[in-house]
């Protein structure tokens, strides 16, 4: 036989050397790794009352042998009136993920610049870098509030993307109206602005509306949403785009997949959105429920940051992976944090109030170690 001849295969150096994105560990691997069954997942922010009862209603009425529609028809209606935007200024996509990979795919020429925050959502550089742009992030401030003055400063500098998310994942905070307006005034004409609001429903009612204050601006803008984290419908796979104007959705239409949104995940998402009662009844306890968590971690001395979110971003004080390792141990899936300066953080998300006291003891636990 003669050699194989694929190392010699030329690759996209922009593809093939892209940092891998950091999944939370699953549970079926948490069971694998503790031994344990008993599996508390607060790695992923998903929602841990599952989703409404008229979503499994709907999907009754799955046809499995169709191909699903690729625009979307019946969810873009019923977002466009929910939302009083046009039809033709929303995408959606395959999880809000896959609509952070059409923008890229856009918008962005190799060698463009795109800026984010750090510590943030992995997705906003990796999809930048594999549309081969240069990254430029913009650090939070010490306190864990984001730096308006660096933020601003870097708009500045007219990348083609800015992507903020607002409210924060991983850290938590949301700008406030004040802070927007600034934003908001120091973008260029040149750079779109994508404002990633997968955490919009969890955020406290005296915040601003981000799509409220875009759509009020002359900008180029993405809003990003999704049925994953507030919905609860993390497994089917569902976000989407509101874009400034339709020449922007046309473009981000034509950069993802014609099929990318399943039957199944249309369906859902439509029964989820006429059941709103569901969501923030939920919503509503688990912001209880982050109000209690936060103070137990306060009253242990440990910092946290101010959360708009499901989750919470914890100094633990020593290696996040280390302390991975410590909950694994007591089955509790949480996200050690590795980006440089908050290798000492964790991100937990809000679970049921009996898996949060299970952190919480276990938070305990490793305080006094
Ligand atoms: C969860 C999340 C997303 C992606 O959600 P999808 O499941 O792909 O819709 C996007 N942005 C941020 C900041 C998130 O936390």
Known sequence: MS??????????????????????????????????????ALASNENPDGCSPK????????????????????????????????????????????????????????????????????????EALANGAVV???????????????????????????FLSSPSNPVGPALDRDSLDRVVAAVRPETLLVLDEAYFEFTADDLPDGLAVLSASRLSFVVL?????????????????????????????????????NAAAQIAAAAALQDEAWMRASISALKAERARVAAAIAAMGLPAARSQTNFL?????????????????KGIIVKPW???GFESFIRVTIGTPSDNDRFLDALGALAME
């Open 225 to 261: 949403r999704t049925f994953s984290k507030a919905y609860g419908l993390a497994g089917l796979r569902v976000g989407y785009v509101v874009t400034s104007d339709a020449r922007l959705a046309r473009a981000m239409t034509a950069a993802k997949t014609p099929f990318n949104v």
């Open 136 to 162: 430029a992030k913009v650090a939070m401030r010490a306190d864990l509030e984001f730096d308006i003055a660096a933020i601003l400063a870097t708009l500045e500098k007219a990348p083609a993307i800015f």
């Open 55 to 126: 979503v499994a209603a709907a999907l009754a009425g799955l046809n499995p042998a169709r191909y699903s529609d690729p625009a979307c028809t019946a969810l873009r209606a019923a977002l466009g009136e929910k939302l009083g935007v046009a039809t033709d200024r929303i995408v959606v996509g395959n999880g809000s993920e896959e609509l952070i990979a059409a923008v890229c795919r856009a918008v962005l020429r190799p060698g463009a610049t795109v800026a984010t925050v750090c510590p943030g959502f992995g997705l906003h550089e990796i």
């Open 313 to 329: 971003f914890i100094d633990v004080r020593r290696d996040s992976q280390a302390a991975m390792d410590h909950f694994l141990s």
């Open 338 to 340: 590795k980006e440089e």
């Open 3 to 40: 050699k194989p001849l694929h190392t010699e295969l030329p690759l996209n150096p922009h593809v093939a050397g892209l940092p891998p994105y950091n999944a939370g560990m699953n549970i079926a691997a948490a069971r694998l790794h503790s031994g344990r069954e008993d599996i508390a």
